[in-house]
């Protein structure tokens, strides 16, 4: 069983920054991509942004400039630098990576969420 566990994340003033973490755990598994997406009250799921194993990234247009991710191959974990934060950043934070477990096929799995709420 594979678990991702997400921390970092609560509340913060407009301007402030936050550093959110996400760590893989289990057994024989190989991680491929992995992201981070949000979803406000009253609206879809979104993507924020994502990283390759080989650290390629891409951003969502209404953050970039202002978060970055990065990730630990070593220690399976992925975070998001985020700076200049903003009310419109205030939603549930998933994490998101890709896992092959040994023997198995590739597969998204989906950390708790972590809330996030930018006060204006």
């Known amino acids: 069983q594979v678990r991702l566990v997400e921390s970092g994340g609560g509340l913060v003033q407009a301007g402030g920054s936050l550093r959110l973490s996400c760590a893989a755990s289990g057994r024989s598994f190989a991680i491929y991509g992995m992201g981070w997406y949000r979803q406000a009250p009253g609206k879809q799921r979104e993507l924020v942004a994502d990283i390759t194993s080989r650290g390629s990234t891409n951003y969502a247009d209404s953050v970039k400039g202002r978060f970055t991710i990065s990730r630990d191959n070593a220690k399976n974990t992925v975070y998001l630098q985020m700076n200049s934060l903003k009310a419109e950043d205030t939603a549930v934070y998933y994490c998101?990576?890709?896992?092959?477990?040994?023997?198995?096929?590739?597969?998204?799995?989906w950390g708790q969420g972590t809330q996030v709420v930018v006060s204006s």
């Open positions: 998101n990576a890709e896992i092959r477990v040994v023997g198995g096929e590739i597969h998204d799995y």
